[in-house]
């Protein structure tokens, strides 16, 4: 879940750190600068000035890219209609996310039965709206590659659950050959003795 809260500093698991840094979501800038930290289970970004943080769990990072629009950034995407209240309220159309009780929870959807009865039957048309685009703006276009590095060392500790490897399958499928090899050996070895024995 996206987390919304206060602003802190986290201090396990830093991969990268980064100050002077601004964040645009969907059409919005949010401002003002920021810091941003890349744990190796989130992507934090805090603002003292506002007393405002955003921890977006790797998972939820469905794209991560270089872009030079308008200068070199990060670009994100989402997979989640984001709300943060005071400074995004989401795409219109899929606007029934909200946060948690008290304001600092984690991002959930808030939608009425209404809601729910327009959306059934869509699946895949509500899935593609429940996305959101993030650019990470640093003052120093400089560190964006090192920015974008440490995002790919941590998406890579957070692999997809849902998916399994060519290599994995290969591996299975190779352990169930040598099984049947074994398995093959021992019939022939049993087979030997019958004939030893009929022969004496």
């Known amino acids: 879940m996206v987390t919304i809260g ?24 949010i401002g003002p600068s920021g810091e941003l930290h890349l744990t190796e289970s989130s992507l934090i970004w805090t603002c003292e000035e506002r007393n405002s943080s955003i921890a977006i769990p790797w998972p939820r990072v469905g794209v991560q890219a270089v872009s030079s629009n308008p200068d070199k950034c990060i670009y994100l995407m989402l997979d989640i209609n984001l709300v943060w209240p005071g400074f995004y309220e989401g795409r219109p159309q899929n606007n029934g996310n909200g946060v948690g009780p008290g304001g600092d929870g984690d991002q959930q959807n808030g939608g009425g039965e209404e809601e729910d009865d327009a959306d059934e039957g869509h699946e895949s048309d509500g899935s593609e709206n429940e ?42 499928a190779e352990e169930e050959d040598l099984q049947e090899v074994d398995e093959m050996r021992n019939l022939q070895l049993d087979d030997e003795d019958k004939f030893a024995d009929a022969e004496e």
């Open 131 to 172: 996305m959101t685009e993030m650019w990470l703006l640093p003052s120093a276009p400089a560190i964006v590659d090192q920015i974008y590095s440490a995002m790919r060392e941590c998406q890579a500790l957070n692999p997809d659950p849902g998916t399994v490897s060519e290599d994995e399958d290969y591996m299975e």
């Open 6 to 29: 206060e602003a802190y500093a986290p201090v396990d698991g830093i991969v990268y750190s980064a100050e002077d840094v601004k964040v645009k979501i969907g059409d919005s800038l």
